[in-house]
């Protein structure tokens, strides 16, 4: 990880000496702006989010089926240290626990997943509903509203029934829309009384590029220059019926809204001044936010991807593009499908041109002709990708506010991990982070992007994908090899909590105290943890040392006798 980061670090620079051969490039440039002291408009939520088969665990309880992740992660070199969420932070049965938790952050909203399969084991309605399931999250969502907490439910947090997978192939094909509709509806029908805030899709960037594109995510095709495009045409297409859906059958009588999720990263124009580097920076972020929020707000996909790959198809001598088209009837549907944006934030990038020729192969990658940079000076405190730069969450909300007509927006997700086997407590960096970053958040509300929530990402520290438990975004810190996955406070919750309570950040006198106060707490904490190891060789006292003393007492004993009795014979 450290070897692979310096690596990329100097190849970083190596591109930025290389793009700017003969000035001196000025990488400070851009850390603009200074603290700006002030509250959020009343009202304004604060979260904490999750999804299912990061923290829930239970991976073959009480009914459920197997996801894409249950197979995929058990397939060994997939996840790092062939870890899996088989068990995970025990969270399906620690409901009483993680909202007491939250209760004691006094956090407005929580943000989780439903697992599809659990509810629907083979993922198809009119097989089979596991009632068990739908209990599970029954009790999650009465609990937080006697808790005063507003549930924000997603459908699809990247768990796919596997039925679905092996028999048509998941996300590639049009018959998992009316699947995922089903499910949606049975969700509404169960859920949809106490539920107002639904999200479809959680990131489905990720699920189309990792999924179906470089395999690194379940269920792990490379289906380079195609798979994404496909996998994401069913999604919007999926998300749409679900909105109408609702609107048509449920809206009247539970008035709540339907919004999706999408990631977002900044794309900033290395030079500024350089047309190409301008409009390569643009693509980037077309090609990720705008490949999803512009078919949501307008019908169709944004013209530069259509440009693009349409120009790149040809190139190879393919007869159509390798992005798929909206007939007139698709696009009049699922126009203004968003009642909400939700927006994913971590972090950001700089853009330059750069071509690539078709001999260099079809990818969703190739077909953008664009090279990211990082600035060297940027923190990188956990994964390899996410550098801490606040002022692009200031400028992605301002262009999500232009570009899709002042959309009511939700942040569903920002935070930043820590690096491997770090059990430190006393996560000053966290706290950095999620001052600036909601600083900066609090910079767009002020210029008039409608910003109702923020979450922060997330609750406790969980599976991370395919870098397994490597990677701790969590406010909590949760001791996995511990049986029981009991939960630590972090130095960053005593901060957040002030933030929430304060509903912002008041004054400067106030705010650096904040810091100081927040730290001081984690120092009794760490002596916990560092407690921790005694604990379970306690445990292993009990359930090893004991019995096998017994045993062997007993069988001592029983050599004794048998040797009293020969002599006495
Ligand atoms: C994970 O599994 C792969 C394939 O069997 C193996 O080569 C590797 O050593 C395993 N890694 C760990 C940490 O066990
Ligand atoms: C979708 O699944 C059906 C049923 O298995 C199959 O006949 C069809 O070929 C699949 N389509 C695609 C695009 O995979």
């Not at 699947?179 to 990720?206: M, Q, Y």
């Not at 001052?435 to 979450?455: F, H, P, Q, S």
């Not at 406790?460 to 090899?481: A, I």
Request: charged content about 20%.
């Amino acid at each position: 990880m450290q070897r692979n980061g310096v690596l990329r670090i100097c190849t970083v620079l190596l591109l930025a000496l290389c793009t700017f051969a003969s000035e001196v490039f000025d990488w400070t440039k851009n850390e603009m702006g200074s603290f700006q002291y002030g509250t959020f408009p009343s009202g304004f939520s604060w979260g904490a989010g999750s999804s299912a088969y990061q923290t829930e665990g239970a991976w073959d309880k009480d009914g459920k089926g197997k996801s894409i992740w249950d197979i995929f992660s058990h397939k060994r070199g997939k996840i790092d240290r062939n870890d899996t969420g088989d068990y995970s932070c025990n969270g399906y049965y620690k409901i009483k626990d993680d909202i007491s938790l939250m209760k004691d952050m006094k956090l407005n909203h929580y943000l989780f997943s439903i697992s599809w399969p659990r509810i629907l084991p083979s993922g198809i309605r009119t097989d089979y509903i596991n009632e068990k399931g739908i209990e599970h999250y029954d009790n999650m969502i009465n609990m937080l509203l006697e808790n005063r907490i507003t549930p924000i439910v997603t459908l699809y947090h990247w768990d796919l029934p596997q039925v679905l997978e092996e028999k048509y192939g998941g996300w590639q094909n049009a018959s998992m829309i009316s699947f995922f509709n089903d499910f949606a509806n049975l969700c509404f029908e169960r859920f949809g009384s106490r539920v107002k805030h639904w999200i479809t899709f959680n990131n489905p960037w990720s699920v189309a590029v990792e999924g179906y594109e470089t395999g690194e995510h379940a269920p792990g095709l490379k289906m380079r220059g195609n798979g994404a495009y496909n996998a994401a045409h069913n999604i919007i297409k999926a998300h749409a019926k679900v909105w109408h859906t609702y609107d048509t059958q449920w809206r009247n009588k539970q008035k709540g809204m339907v919004g999706i999720s999408l990631s977002a990263d900044w794309g900033e124009p290395v030079d500024v001044t350089n047309q190409r580097d301008i409009e390569a920076a643009e693509r980037y972020v077309q090609f990720h936010l705008g490949w999803f929020a512009t078919p949501l707000f307008t019908g169709d996909y944004p013209q530069i991807m259509k440009d693009y790959i349409g120009k790149k198809s040809a190139q190879q001598g393919l007869s159509s593009s390798r992005l798929p088209a909206f007939n007139p009837h698709e696009k009049s549907y699922i126009r203004g499908t968003c009642d909400f944006l939700g927006i994913s934030h971590f972090t950001t990038r700089y853009i330059t041109q750069k071509n690539f020729l078709p001999s260099r192969g079809n990818s969703y990658f190739t077909d953008r002709d664009l090279a990211e940079l990082v600035d060297p000076n940027w923190p990188d405190p956990g994964s390899e990708w996410l550098y801490s730069v606040p002022w692009g969450f200031n400028r992605l909300l301002s262009f999500v506010k232009t570009q899709y007509g002042d959309p009511i927006i939700y942040v569903t997700g920002n935070g930043v991990s820590e690096k491997m086997m770090c059990t430190d407590l006393c996560d000053e960096w966290r706290i950095q982070y999620f001052r600036d970053y909601i600083n900066e958040m609090l910079k767009a509300v002020k210029d008039g992007v409608n910003v109702k929530g923020y979450t922060a990402w997330s609750l406790l520290d969980k599976f991370e994908w395919d870098e397994g438990f490597s990677e701790r975004f969590g406010l909590y810190y949760v001791d996995f090899g511990s049986k029981n996955k009991p939960r630590y406070p972090k130095a960053s919750v005593q901060f957040y909590k002030r933030i929430i309570s304060s509903n912002g950040f008041p004054n400067q006198r106030e705010i650096e105290s904040w810091k100081r106060k927040s730290l001081e707490t984690c120092t009794s904490s760490n002596q916990l943890l560092a407690a921790d190891p005694l604990i379970g060789h306690m445990e292993m006292v009990t359930e090893i040392v004991i019995p096998t003393v017994c045993t062997l007492c007993i069988l001592l004993s029983a050599v004794f006798l048998m040797f009293l009795l020969r002599t006495r014979l």
